[in-house]
């Protein structure tokens, strides 16, 4: 179904185009979160000496013991904090799949092979979905080290300066900044000029 000529008209005015971060940020980001989100729903079998560990998961033997969260101390105390996390990793996937889905659907080509972009009603619920899934990513990540600091880092504590900078703080701080300054920020951005831009018509 091709978008209605109202809405194409609707693009040449104000729209929305995901920047290059934004694109390249997701393309790494969605597969690695499936791939931690089925380690975490399927344990024990991804854990070592379970049936599904090798070879997709083997990664995680290291990480079980950088995080414990991730290892078999949580799983035999019945954590349930990180199979939790990871069910709603599942609706923040489906958050970002559906932004990116009504950008590429309803976006139409932008001059001289520029990016599509997508624009009116539509335009609007697509950026609001994508700044409410990056809400989501830096506040669940924020819980996580939140979590670490109020438990006296009862799973991380272990790690030397080194490890623990590297392995968890690198790849973790990851999922805040990224976000933090690529959608938030720039999405929020574009939500306030909006926002401004309306209430100065309004007031005309």
Not at 99 to 122: D, H, N, S, T
Not at 134 to 152: D, Q, R
Not at 166 to 179: K, M, Q
Request: glycine share 10%; proline share 6%; charged share 10%.
């Amino acid at each position: 179904m091709a978008p209605s000529k109202s809405y194409s008209a609707a693009v040449s005015g104000w729209s929305h185009t995901p920047s290059t971060p934004i694109l390249l940020w997701m393309a790494v980001s969605l597969p690695l979160v499936a791939w931690d989100t089925a380690y975490m729903l399927l344990r024990p079998h991804t854990m070592p000496g379970g049936s599904l560990h090798w070879p997709l998961w083997v990664p995680y033997a290291l990480y079980g013991e950088v995080d414990h969260m991730y290892g078999f101390k949580q799983w035999h105390l019945r954590n349930p904090f990180a199979a939790a996390q990871s069910l709603m990793n599942l609706v923040e996937t489906v958050l970002y799949l559906g932004y990116l889905g009504m950008w590429y659907w309803y976006g139409q080509p932008g001059a001289r092979g520029e990016r599509r972009a997508v624009g009116g009603r539509v335009g609007a619920w697509t950026l609001l979905l994508g700044f409410s899934a990056a809400v989501m990513t830096v506040s669940k990540t924020v819980l996580y080290w939140v979590l670490e600091y109020c438990s006296g880092f009862d799973n991380i504590g272990q790690n030397d300066p080194w490890t623990l900078f590297w392995l968890w703080i690198v790849p973790n701080g990851a999922w805040i900044v990224v976000p933090l300054v690529f959608m938030i920020y720039g999405m929020g951005s574009e939500i306030v000029d909006g926002l401004t831009t309306q209430s100065h018509l309004k007031g005309q």
